[in-house]
């Protein structure tokens, strides 16, 4: 690839963006920048989850990896960030996956994954997914929905193999 480029996920909490971001991984070779590995690795270092500390080594390790100018998997939602995300990935080319399901079937998924959630924090997370497709609409690349869910994986690989390769 000449350009450095990064895929980039929006979506609510547990609506398959780790999935697509390591099926994408797999088959294009490319890495993954994960801040829920990085959460999980804050909790198990110091025993308690500490979002300063959380936000220091994420900071610290989305530097590195933009220094270096490759190409990689942003497996995090944007959708609370978007506009400084856009600003640290200035000079990549994006591609933004936003997945765009129904609060009904969200609630499956996460029923079927044996999510927790609270009614509130729920629709907090959906609301900020819905407030940056609006404001955000032009800058999405492929939307994954309710009724193409089930070949999201397949998808998300064909399209981002079109964008790679220029068509």
């Given at each position: 690839?000449?350009?450095?480029?990064?895929?980039l996920?929006a979506?609510?909490?547990?609506?398959s963006?780790?999935?697509?971001?390591?099926?994408?991984s797999?088959?294009?070779g490319l890495?993954?920048f994960n801040?829920d590995?990085?959460?999980t690795?804050?909790?198990e270092d110091?025993r308690v989850?500490?979002?300063?500390e959380f936000?220091r080594r994420?900071?610290e390790?989305l530097?590195r990896?933009?220094?270096?100018?490759?190409?990689?998997?942003l497996?995090?939602?944007i959708?609370?960030?978007g506009e400084?995300?856009?600003?640290q990935?200035?000079?990549?080319e994006?591609?933004l996956?936003?997945i765009n399901?129904?609060?009904?079937?969200?609630?499956?998924?996460?029923k079927?994954k044996?999510?927790?959630?609270?009614?509130?924090?729920f629709d907090k997370n959906y609301?900020?997914?819905e407030k940056f497709v609006k404001?955000?609409a032009?800058k999405i690349?492929?939307?994954?929905?309710?009724?193409?869910?089930?070949?999201?994986?397949e998808?998300?690989?064909?399209?981002v193999?079109?964008?790679l390769?220029?068509?």
């Open positions: 690839m000449k350009n450095s480029k990064v895929i996920f979506g609510p909490i547990g609506s963006k780790s999935p697509i971001a390591n099926y994408l797999w088959n294009l890495p993954i801040r590995i990085i959460r690795e804050v909790r110091i989850f500490d979002i300063e936000e994420s900071l390790r530097k990896m933009l220094k270096m100018r490759r190409s990689f998997i497996d995090a939602s959708d609370r960030k400084e995300i856009f600003s990935l200035e000079g990549y994006l591609f996956i936003s399901l129904s609060k009904d079937f969200l609630k499956k998924i996460y079927y044996g999510y927790l959630y609270q009614d509130a924090e609301n900020e997914h404001e955000y032009g690349d492929l939307s994954i929905t309710d009724v193409v869910f089930k070949d999201r994986l998808i998300s690989l064909k399209e193999e079109k964008w390769n220029g068509v």
